[in-house]
């Protein structure tokens, strides 16, 4: 049991050679193989771009959906079979760009569900534009006078709609990358990880050197249940910090707020609903004078 | 149906068939009378059709309700206003179009500032004299009822079910308000200002009373629905709340999506995980959820879809009713690939059909789209039965083996569909073309045999599968007309009224894909008629697709209002020699 349950052998992975992507694919697989998953029973959804293709390169179930609209399905299958592991694995046009709107109300969902981002703050699979998360003055052959928008923070977004884990890693340090993701994914709740990628075709700024220099570890001493905190290192840019950023207290999932689960831990698929109880409710309609439930008749 | 007011003065006499109309702002408490009454007169064992039009606002405008009470099943509505009721000053011109020198106008000539003749009942000073106004809506509701001779301790009934839950202080009043308009309604119709004399059927008073929303919503559940995400949009939403009413009982997942491109992912998401999941919108939040019905066709993950249609384009009149989406609901999402395109036309068709979308989309791994309309949705009908102990729900999911693949290429384009965590295998599914395991491939032979699976060979068999439409009326006709799901009940009443033998309604519930053999059918006629509530004739296009059969003259609404039965009798009277 380990990361060797996940390898797909001899593939063609359509990454260029030296992206981030692979760091964090190997990461991934290491993290699933030393938590004993199983890919039978692990489902990675992801949407387009370079880091939505990861889930063809690791053993597992996936779906590999549409532009920016990873968090919707990969919701739907933990509230219809809470016995799976979902994963997301996508960039950072996908999520924050397309996907931005999914990304506000999948945290106040709080599915248990880990995210992990590719953060490469560039769109590498249109060929080199802007992202939301590229820096103010990053030149484009779009953004040919450099980036005028305020770049995206991830991290305090998430903190203020109270995220319950936000973390960031750099695929840089796979060790590190590795041990994130072990945290996320075991997890109850929405978890985030955003993962500093290089994208060494179309970002020469934000390069493997750049990440070290603009990044640190927090140390133990660092409490990320204190929220206020939280947000200062959040807000940190000169040197971003790496690791679990914030911790929510502990909270309802989604799933387990939604009640189909309070009286069978079966998944949808292994029900059926109750002939009688359909037929009663049928019954109703007929209205008999004590009846008092009749739905509204003026919308 | 025939007129059968006989006008004398303002004195009528009604046999067999009599209108209602209530009429006045928002939050004046229409809902509360309808309420009280038609459940009332169907306990009492008459059919009853209730419908309304309302304005986009919450409080103030004029809205108004139609009740028609009847001797035998009726479900169009009807232009003719044999009682009205109007609540405000804003009712008489908001219906001055149909209220004739037939109409008894009854209410509280005050409030109604009426500047035409009326039979004054001050229902608010009635109120007052029991304690509040507030009663006087109970006060009417007692009226019009007093004129069917209603027993009054089934009114009482009435009233302690609908206000039960206020306290035993709010029932007893209420119940006194009751009996105070029964007392005047009788004495109207000792006086013989209004006489009705329809004969009631007991068995009609055991018999279902719901709307559209509320028969599609049962079909949903008993069709195995255990998943619903939408957003917000009249008039669809009714559904929505339906079902999540319904989800403590069944155990259905119930997600209000940020939007309607969220709630088709999702329901995506849901199927490919094992689940049956529907979503609901009406043609706005439709054109937001097109990338997931192309979705759908990649990945052959099913979905059912339910619009609600209301005019168009853009916001159009958010509470008013049209056909007008069927073509985009035919043609939405880019690429090839197959749907199939229900629409009800009846409250029975419209369980028996929404419960019939998941097993179709179940076995074929397509879109199904359920269109139906804010007139059909909003409008309720007594029916015997829905019988869907008689439904079977079709499962189509597999176990998966250790070398399980999601796209198999198998003789009729289906390949078994496995779901993640049910056997050894992995199911894989992509949004770009892939090959038979679900992995990214640019290959032409790949793509050349997934789209022939995927289209041409599941099209076959999705065909020959379609529901045929159904003759109702002569079958030795020469006129055929032709309409498609919710004009179903004006169209039949209207053949009806028109009394010929040699004129026939073609009903479709299917209205995509269509057999090429419905030409046969067609061309039976000498002349074919096109009804429908849009302004283009989008089925007539669809159908000349299919068969290269045009009609013969059209007849196309699409003013926000439904057909009523007597304009199609009269178009049908010149059109038919």
């Known amino acids: 049991m380990g990361k060797e349950d996940f390898d797909m052998g001899a593939i063609d992975i359509a990454w260029c050679p030296g992206c981030g992507d692979f760091a964090i694919l190997n990461a991934l697989k290491e993290a699933l193989g030393e938590l004993g998953k199983k890919p039978e029973n692990t489902v990675i959804i992801s949407g387009i771009g370079q880091a939505a293709k990861t889930p063809h ?137 955003d993962i500093f990628q290089p994208c060494v075709v179309y970002n020469k700024v934000n390069t493997y050197p750049w990440f070290k220099q603009h990044t640190y570890n927090l140390d133990e001493r660092y409490d990320p249940s204190d929220k206020k905190e939280a947000f200062m290192k959040a807000l940190e840019m000169d040197k971003m910090p790496l690791g679990i950023i914030y911790l929510s207290r502990e909270k309802k999932t989604f799933e387990e707020n939604i009640g189909v689960y309070d009286r069978s831990n079966d998944p949808l ?31 | 149906m025939a007129q059968n007011a006989a006008g004398n003065g303002n004195k009528k006499v009604f046999t067999d068939d009599v209108s209602l109309v209530i009429s006045g702002a928002a939050g004046k408490g229409i809902l509360t009378i309808i309420n009280v009454l038609t459940k009332t007169l169907k306990q009492s064992g008459f059919h009853v059709f209730a419908t309304n039009e309302y304005m986009s606002r919450i409080r103030g405008g004029t809205n108004s309700a139609e009740i028609r009470v009847s001797s035998k099943r009726v479900s169009a509505f009807i232009n003719r206003i044999d009682i009205l009721v109007p609540l405000d000053k804003g009712a008489i011109p908001h219906l001055k179009e149909r209220i004739t020198k037939d109409t008894v106008i009854l209410g509280d000539k005050g409030q109604a500032a009426a500047d035409i003749p009326m039979t004054d009942i001050p229902f608010g000073n009635i109120a007052l004299d029991l304690g509040k106004s507030v009663f006087e809506n109970v006060v009417a509701a007692g009226t019009l009822l007093g004129l069917f001779g209603i027993k009054p301790e089934l009114l009482d009934e009435v009233l302690k079910g609908q206000f039960g839950s206020k306290g035993e202080e709010i029932v007893k009043k209420n119940i006194e308000a009751g009996r105070a308009g029964l007392e005047k309604g009788q004495a109207l119709a ?12 007991k068995n009609v008073a055991n018999e279902l009373f719901l709307n559209g929303t509320e028969a599609l919503g049962i079909g949903a559940i008993s069709g195995g629905c255990d998943f619903i995400s939408s957003y917000p949009m009249s008039p669809a939403t009714g559904v929505l709340t339906f079902i999540a009413q319904q989800s403590k009982e069944f155990d259905i997942v119930i997600d209000q999506a940020e939007d309607e491109i969220a709630a088709i992912n999702a329901g995506l998401g849901a199927w490919y995980a094992g689940a049956r999941a529907m979503v609901t919108t009406s043609g706005g939040g439709f054109a937001l959820m097109t990338e997931g019905v192309s979705l759908s066709g990649m990945i052959e993950t099913p979905i059912v879809i339910h619009i609600g249609q209301r005019p168009g384009p853009a916001t159009g009149l958010p509470t008013r009713t049209e056909q007008g989406d069927l073509s985009f609901a035919v043609y939405s999402g880019h690429g090839d690939f197959p749907r199939i395109v229900l629409a ?169 894909p269509l057999q090429a053999g419905v030409a046969d059918t067609i061309k039976k006629a000498k002349n074919m008629i096109l009804v ?46």
């Not at chain 2, 004739?537 to 068969?547: C, M, S, V």
């Not at chain 2, 013969?552 to 038919?576: C, N, Y």
């Open chain 2, 190 to 201: 000792k006086a013989g200002t209004v006489r009705i004399e329809l004969i009631p059927d």
């Open chain 1, 269 to 299: 698929f292994k029900r059926k609903h109750d002939i009688k109880k359909i037929m009663k409710m049928i019954d109703n309609k007929r209205l008999h004078a004590a009846q008092s439930e009749m739905g509204s008749l003026i919308g």
């Open chain 2, 532 to 577: 429908e509530n849009n302004a283009s004739g989008q089925f007539g296009k669809i159908l000349q697709l299919a068969t290269g059969m045009v009609p013969h003259h059209k007849i196309l609404k699409s003013s926000g209002a439904p057909f009523t039965v007597e304009e199609l009798v009269e178009d049908f009277r010149r059109l038919i020699k």
């Open chain 1, 57 to 193: 390169y690791l053993k597992c179930n996936f779906f590999n959906g549409l532009h920016g609209r990873t968090l919707s399905p990969a919701m739907a299958v933990k509230a219809s079979n809470p016995e799976l592991d979902v994963v997301i694995t996508t960039g950072d046009g996908d999520m924050y760009g397309e996907g931005g709107n999914h990304f506000l109300h999948a945290i106040r969902r709080n599915t248990n569900i880990t995210v992990l981002i590719c953060n490469n703050m560039v769109y590498g699979l249109t060929k080199g534009q802007a992202s939301p998360t590229s820096e103010k003055g990053f030149k484009t052959p779009i953004q040919y006078k450099g980036v005028i928008l305020e770049p995206f923070n991830p991290m305090s977004v998430a903190i203020a709609l109270d995220a319950s884990f936000v973390a960031r890693a750099n695929c840089g340090d796979l060790q590190q990358t590795k041990e994130i993701i072990k945290k996320a994914i075991q997890h109850k709740g929405f978890a985030l990880v």
């Open chain 2, 344 to 512: 009800p036309g009846t409250i029975k068709d419209a369980t028996v059909l929404t419960h019939k979308a998941f097993n179709l989309a179940d076995r074929f791994q397509i879109p199904v789209f359920i269109l139906s309309d804010q007139f059909f949705l909003d409008s309720y009908t007594t029916c015997p039965d829905l019988e869907v102990e008689k439904l079977p729900v079709e499962r189509f999911i597999t176990k998966t083996a250790k070398d399980y693949k999601r796209y198999k290429l198998t003789s009729d384009g289906i390949s078994p569909r496995g779901i993640p965590g049910y056997g050894e295998g992995l199911v894989c599914v992509d949004s770009d073309e892939h090959d038979e395991t679900g992995h990214i491939t640019e290959s032409e032979a790949v793509r050349n045999a997934m789209m022939d699976k995927r289209l041409v060979k599941k099209a076959a068999a999705i065909l020959k599968e379609a529901i045929p439409p159904q003759i109702i009326g002569s079958k030795d006709y020469s006129t055929i007309i032709v309409g498609w799901g919710s004009t179903h009940s004006a169209i039949a009443e209207a053949i009806e009224n028109l009394g010929r033998k040699d004129v026939a309604f073609l009903y479709f519930t299917q209205v995509f």
